[in-house]
């Protein structure tokens, strides 16, 4: 319950007593193509996010899960108070934040159902109204990927710094996804291209994490990081099995993103089996509660 109050604290809002209903807290949003801000109540916001970041064709207590997932992304980015460009508390860049959409842009991708997908979209985020997920009384990172392949990957072996909610989790759910297993080819001239100075006689993949993502990869002596490699490349993920032709790399990937926390096609494939969004967000992360303001 401290946490409502230090989210109402960061939102500008008066202090109210615990159990109290609180004003609904609104977001500043720096849209990075335009690079305009707009305000808008968290609620809509969530609503964007998940009809950006999760196909609406999901079963519904997969939206459900998300929905939470990008509320409490948005409550931690309100409370880490970090400078976004116009003193906005979150970015719609993916490569910082979430992706956001509004109604507008979502119906001119989706013209023909756009009433029958809104409307399921926003029946996802009204079921959760105000939820969070918490971890000793702070909303969590709520980090997610598309595909995890299998296992997730801890925020540890993916970034070096223990989280006690992120850790590596087996997922049986996921294989319905294009990416859970894929290959990819790059001609060794390409290699050489683009790692200058390296004719590429030999390339191995030096570490992996417990979840069997490669961390770094050798070729001939340089060392070179897996996510360096995967950006390189343009990988779906960092999850490979090499076999080097003679003059092509093959590159079998399992899963799409980097791995950490909610598996999105996983928690679609829990969906399918019958789980609720509760039972969703406890498997992909540890220890965690839920939590509602009431707003
Ligand atoms: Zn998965």
């Avoid at 609904?24 to 720096?30: A, H, N």
């Avoid at 808008?40 to 969530?46: A, G, P, Q, S, T």
């Avoid at 992304?73 to 976004?84: E, G, H, N, S």
């Avoid at 959409?101 to 079921?127: C, D, N, T």
Wanted: charged content about 20%; glycine content about 6%; some cysteine.
């Amino acid at each position: 319950m401290m946490m409502v109050l230090i989210i109402a604290i960061a939102a500008n809002l008066k202090v109210q007593p615990v159990q109290e209903t609180i004003p609904q807290p609104i977001i500043r949003l720096f849209l990075h193509q335009s690079g305009q801000v707009i305000e808008l109540e968290i609620e809509k916001y969530v609503a964007g996010v998940v009809a950006a970041e999760m196909p609406a064709s999901f079963e519904l207590e997969a939206l459900k899960a998300q929905a939470v997932c990008a509320r409490t992304y948005a409550c931690k980015k309100i409370l880490d108070r970090k400078p976004y460009p116009l003193n906005a508390n979150l970015s719609d860049d993916i490569n910082c934040c979430q992706a956001y959409v509004s109604w507008e842009g979502f119906q001119e991708l989706h013209p023909a159902r756009y009433e029958e997908l809104k409307e399921k979209i926003q029946s996802a985020v009204s079921a959760t109204r105000g939820e969070l997920i918490s971890y000793k009384d702070l909303p969590i990172d709520a980090l997610y990927h598309s595909t995890c392949g299998g296992y997730t990957e801890s925020a540890a072996a993916a970034w070096g710094s223990d989280i006690p909610y992120l850790q590596s989790v087996k997922c049986n759910y996921c294989s319905e996804s294009d990416y859970y297993e894929s290959t990819q080819v790059i001609s060794l001239g390409m290699l050489q291209d683009k790692l200058t100075g390296n004719d590429s006689a030999h390339i191995e993949i030096s570490q992996k994490s417990d979840s069997g993502r490669a961390r770094e990869l050798r070729v001939n002596d340089q060392l070179i990081s897996a996510g360096s490699f995967r950006q390189l490349f343009n990988l779906p993920s960092t999850n490979w099995e090499l076999k080097k032709e003679s003059k092509e790399l093959i590159i079998n990937s399992r899963g799409y993103g980097h791995g950490v926390g909610l598996c999105q096609y996983g928690a679609n494939g829990m969906a399918q089996q019958g789980k609720g969004y509760r039972q969703i967000l406890s498997h992909y992360y540890k220890n965690i509660r839920l939590e509602k303001l009431n707003y």
